[in-house]
């Protein structure tokens, strides 16, 4: 009873609304997350490496310690993104789609988090173990290791929403699955292009595994949605 046909005009100013609000919440949560950023910095540092991190310029540990205190406040505020989504695109979707929406989102939160904190956990200190077995003495920058474990954990995350948005597409009829299966070749250069920054440059650790994480996650989409067509079909 509440939904009602807005102009473009009223659409943008709610989206602008919406993500003041988003903005908002992360400038009064981030304060917070910084005074406990350098403890687990050093938590996940001293667990992994048996040497302390370098630093090469005065503001590098003040960065290192500002892009922890983003990351936390993404991981706390995400509920709070995925309810602001959620709520500017309810006046567009039926009651059933409200419903997959809802429950899809709160999934993707779970996987995100699940699958970033066992990249962190199992898959970041696995691949700097061997950086750092073909090294003598090394000298790892605490900006850039940071870069790169984020970097590395978050695209993971990202890549591993990549069923979900497709099952999304094809079941709100944004996309049909054969569209998404013929044109594979042209998302994975998109992608290659997006990740490798428009550098075309493929040496950095956490690109390559960025890409070939979405690739994986992609196909799996696909598979999966596969498997749901042959067991609509059947029934």
Known sequence: MDDRELDLKEHLAELRTRILRILLAFLLVTPTTFFFSKDIFERFWYKNFNFPPYVFSPLEWVVVQLIIAFLLSFLILYPYIIYETYQF????????????????????????????????????PVLYSITISNSFNPYFSALKTAENAFKISIAIGLSSQIP????????????????????????????????????????????????????FMYELGLLLLKIGNSIYLRR
């Open 89 to 124: 695109s309810k006046p567009g979707l039926y009651e059933k789609e409200r419903t997959y929406f809802k429950f899809l989102m709160v999934l993707s939160y779970f996987v995100f988090v699940s699958i970033f904190l066992i990249s962190m956990n199992f898959l970041v």
């Open 164 to 215: 979900l948005a497709m099952f999304l597409a094809v079941k709100f009829r944004i996309v049909e699955y054969e569209a998404l299966k013929n044109f594979r070749i042209v998302v994975y250069f998109a992608a290659f292009i997006f990740i490798t920054n428009i550098s075309l440059e493929f040496a950095s650790l956490a690109n390559l595994i960025g890409f070939l994480t979405f690739c």
